[in-house]
């Protein structure tokens, strides 16, 4: 297909209210098919309403609200539809999201019933692309040849726009053998991309339920932490972290440096269980 025919059915365009341009990242909710529902004894609607709060204290007015993956923890209709009530109630900012491994795409575009949800956002300066590195019935990552091929024509068509890109599976290992064997497969072949367009700015994802940094070629590269359980850093077994719930803001400035830093619940007594081997 040709991409400006693709980008029609996906591309928003934004102009932004002030400067900089404010974005925030949730990600990695795993909200149940039922209001109440739990994550190892955290009930998901519960810290997801918290982090919620949280950022319409902190970000009062943000310029375009993203969410990484792992929205429903088993791609549960009512999950999705809880999602974005949840949101609507506190943002009428745009509102982009892409698909985890404990999602599926087609149930995600169901609970939209019709309203746009963007894979591509532009603004004067900036551009936000967002990849689907979900893989059905599987865990771990991967960027299909045309999911890599998209990548490429968009970077290309938009040479000087500072760029943010946004998966949900980490392209480079964390230092957790448990959760570096879902890696993005095609790590390679997105890297041989990334590595042509010095436009890029940032690579965020989830999926890690941590928080995470590494410079890269110069190019900054960051996990968001969970708007639920977190997960303990460098155990290469499973470990229950006892840091708590988050997101992530970003500031985009017009000359094309950002800034960027994890905000999280302050302490809470969630029911976690701390003990537990997986999920």
Not at 94 to 102: D, E, K, R, S
Not at 115 to 133: C, N
Not at 149 to 154: K, S, T, W
Not at 198 to 220: A, M, T
Request: aromatic share 10%; glycine share 6%.
């Amino acid at each position: 297909m040709d991409l400006s025919v693709q980008l029609k059915s996906v591309q928003l365009k934004i102009e932004a209210k002030k400067q900089p341009l404010r974005l925030v990242q949730v990600t990695d909710c795993h909200l149940g098919g039922t209001p109440g529902d739990d994550l190892l004894g955290l009930d998901t609607d519960l810290s997801l309403a918290d982090v919620l709060q949280l950022i319409e204290v902190e970000q009062p007015d943000p310029d375009l609200v993203l969410a990484t993956g792992d929205i429903a923890g088993g791609a549960e209709l009512p999950a999705y539809q809880r999602f974005l009530k949840l949101a609507d109630a506190r943002f009428s900012a745009p509102m982009a999201w892409l698909p985890g491994n404990h999602d599926t795409p087609e149930v995600m575009a169901e609970a939209l019933e019709g309203r746009f949800m963007p894979k591509v956002i532009t603004t004067e300066q900036w551009l936000i692309v967002l990849l689907d590195s979900s893989v059905r019935g599987y865990e771990h990552g991967d960027l299909s040849r045309s999911e890599l091929d998209f990548f490429q024509d968009v970077l290309s068509r938009y040479p000087k726009h500072h760029t943010l890109v946004f998966l949900h599976h980490q392209p480079v290992p964390v230092g957790s053998a448990w959760v570096d064997q879902y890696i993005v497969r095609s790590a390679d072949q997105f890297f041989a991309i990334v590595d042509r367009h010095p436009q890029i700015k940032g690579i965020s994802w989830g999926h890690i339920h941590q928080e995470f940094y590494q410079l890269r070629n110069g190019v900054p590269l960051w996990a968001t932490p969970s708007t639920c359980v977190q997960f303990k850093p460098n155990c290469d077994d499973f470990i229950v972290d006892h840091t708590m719930p988050g997101y992530r803001w970003y500031d985009l400035y017009p000359d094309g440096h950002l800034e960027t830093a994890v905000s999280r619940i302050a302490d809470k007594d969630y029911p976690i269980d701390y003990a537990s081997s997986g999920y």
